[in-house]
């Protein structure tokens, strides 16, 4: 079945970064458009970043425009989150998320803090 597992968050001073990554498996990664979310305390989930089968197109929300860059490795089933210039507000779960022709699915998370 398919599985998303991200990993890569932590604790970060303002201003600093983080790569989060995202293996895949279950499915043909190669031709499958992937996304990033984000869910803060208290918020909605929010879109962050989407990249295409591939890595032609990418596109962002207006919150990271400039600061995150998305990137993948259809060699190793692995999509990234370079996070750059992180702000206290980023503070989030961190969810990569797919879709097959069964639906959608996403990873477990992975807890991104920005504090000093």
């Known amino acids: 079945q398919v599985q998303l597992v991200e990993s890569g968050g932590g604790l970060v001073q303002p201003g600093g970064s983080l790569r989060l990554s995202c293996a895949a498996s279950g499915f043909t990664f190669s031709t499958t458009t992937m996304y990033w979310y984000r869910q803060a305390p208290g918020k909605e989930r929010e879109w962050v970043a989407v990249?295409?089968?591939?890595?032609?197109?990418?596109n962002y929300g207006d919150s990271v425009k400039g600061r995150f860059t998305i990137s993948r490795d259809n060699a190793k089933n692995t999509v990234y989150l370079q996070m750059n210039s992180l702000k206290p507000e980023d503070t989030a779960v961190y969810y990569c998320k797919t879709a097959t022709s069964v639906g959608s699915h996403w990873g477990q998370g992975t807890q991104v803090t920005v504090s000093s």
């Open positions: 990249i295409t089968s591939t890595g032609t197109s990418t």
